[in-house]
């Protein structure tokens, strides 16, 4: 089984600043790492996959994540953050074999201010 | 083209009522699932339908029945609604061999009084 812990409930930050959203994750086989973002009172939208190969993953909006291994960890970043991600971010974790849940974390919710 | 529809997107509805929500994918997968979300966002898959087929039903009152007509639908109905049943209920949908990728639908806003 997998799980993801997001230990960041709430990020505040300034418009402009970077950022980084912590996702650690256990499981005991190979996975896949996802980030989705879900602006409020919509639906959960895809921002990047990590599946294989590069560990550096680029997604949508300017965000990027590194998977590390040795670390079990997913980290999204942004170097400078726009008013309009504010949002909550969830990571999430599958196994790479068969049919296998997503299984989500907590979700951190990014605030972004002026 | 929404890629996976779910209707209603708003429902207000009272303890003991029964509901459906219906969802529909047109991207061509073969697998759907249900997520349900509660108020403190947590996430949490309660269903997934392969070909129609039931590959995942994790631990769920039998009150909540998935039905899946074809590999394009997967409706979720609700029987004796109460009112922990509040919460957001997303469908979703991915193809199988495509890196367990699953796309969302925008969310069905179930409140019940």
């Known amino acids: 089984a997998q799980s993801v812990t997001q230990l960041d409930s709430q990020v505040p930050v300034f418009e402009e600043a970077p950022v980084e959203l912590r996702c650690n994750y256990s499981?005991?086989?190979?996975?896949?790492l996802f980030w989705y973002v879900q602006y409020p009172n919509q639906g959960l939208q895809l921002l990047l996959k990590?599946?294989?190969?590069?560990?550096l993953v680029k997604g949508i909006n300017g965000f990027e994540a590194e998977f590390n291994k040795s670390q079990t960890s997913f980290h999204l970043r942004k170097p400078s953050v726009h008013i309009s991600d504010t949002a909550e971010y969830f990571c999430?974790?599958?196994?790479?074999?068969?049919?296998?849940?997503?299984?989500f974390g907590t979700g951190t919710r990014l605030l972004v201010s002026p | 083209d929404t890629a996976v529809s779910q209707t209603p997107k708003y429902l207000v509805t009272q303890m003991g009522n029964d509901k459906s929500i219906k969802c529909e994918q047109n991207?061509?997968?073969?697998?759907m699932y249900w997520y349900k979300q509660d108020s403190k966002k947590f996430l949490k898959i309660m269903f997934s339908?392969?070909?129609?087929?039931?590959?995942i039903n994790e631990t769920v009152p039998n009150r909540f029945s998935p039905k899946s007509p074809d590999k394009a639908h997967l409706n979720l109905h609700i029987n004796s609604l109460e009112l922990g049943d509040s919460a957001v209920y997303f469908c979703?949908?991915?193809?199988?061999?495509?890196?367990?990728?699953?796309?969302f639908g925008e969310g069905s806003w179930l409140t019940v009084v």
């Open positions: 991207l061509g997968h073969d697998t």
């Open positions: 999430a974790v599958s196994g790479n074999t068969g049919f296998q849940k997503l299984v």
């Open positions: 979703a949908s991915s193809q199988r061999g495509n890196g367990n990728t699953i796309y």
């Open positions: 499981s005991s086989v190979s996975v896949y």
């Open positions: 990590y599946l294989s190969g590069s560990t």
């Open positions: 339908y392969n070909n129609k087929e039931l590959i």
